[in-house]
């Protein structure tokens, strides 16, 4: 297994590609580590390496590793959220990457003492296996969350198929940026929609050229 620091700068390589490619700033994207199948040990040397944001997609482990590093790291849940868990992420959590129903954004906006950064998720790709909304009932979900002082829509989210088709995936992340764009249009005060949240270990070269702002990457920098 290679070691985490080695994995990073290799992976700095690539967005600095990606960003000279696409007239981007690398220092606009921001890595986030996830680390849902790795030990403590392993999450350390993630920090110690230099990476500060760490994504959780389970509450079984998630709760285990933040007691043990606590605020080293800015904590991102980026799975599911099903509406009883959250009190248990609440206080635990900076950013939430998976809002995608009112019941939800209701619940933390109950649980939370202060706004938290919410990424809404969007199905891009329509496919059944992926949670998200829609790209057409994006607008009106984000206009119900005027009501929920304590939620924030910094971004939106989505998830591409595992697939090699490199027109495809484009495809996808452009129309994500390309919806981003449309509810920054707004200017919706509690929906500052600034960032894009897209592109995991296979694919975030491509959802850097494409705007990512924020990119999901577990096995090429922690191992599988």
């Known amino acids: 297994m290679m070691d985490v620091a080695t994995n990073l700068r290799h992976i700095r390589q690539n967005i600095e590609q990606a960003c000279e490619k696409s007239n981007r700033n690398p220092e606009d994207i921001t890595i986030i580590g996830v680390t849902k199948y790795v030990t403590i040990e392993r999450t350390e040397e993630l920090i110690n390496a230099g990476i500060k ?17 606590q605020d080293k790291a800015i904590w991102h849940f980026i799975g599911t959220l099903q ?25 933390i906006n109950k649980r939370a003492a202060a706004p938290v950064d919410c990424f809404v998720q969007v199905n891009i790709s329509g496919e059944e296996s992926k949670h998200g909304l829609a ?36 495809k996808i992340f452009r129309q994500l940026a390309s919806l ?39 096995s090429s920098l922690v191992g599988s």
């Open 83 to 107: 509406s009883r868990k959250v009190k248990e992420v609440i206080g635990n959590v900076d950013v939430i990457h998976s809002l995608d129903r009112v019941s939800l954004a209701k619940e």
């Open 135 to 170: 790209p057409d009932e994006i607008l009106s979900f984000i206009k119900k969350m005027e009501v929920y002082s304590n939620v924030r829509v910094a971004g939106l989210m989505t998830m591409a198929p595992h697939i090699d088709d490199e027109d495809k995936l484009r």
């Open 180 to 218: 981003r764009d449309s509810i920054k249009a707004e200017q919706l005060p509690y929906a500052p929609c600034n960032y894009l949240s897209m592109g995991m270990s296979n694919d975030y070269q491509l959802a850097v050229e494409e705007g990512a702002t924020h990119i999901r990457i577990g």
């Open 53 to 69: 944001n760490l994504g959780e997609n389970r509450l079984e482990g998630f709760l285990d590793k933040h007691e043990y590093i």
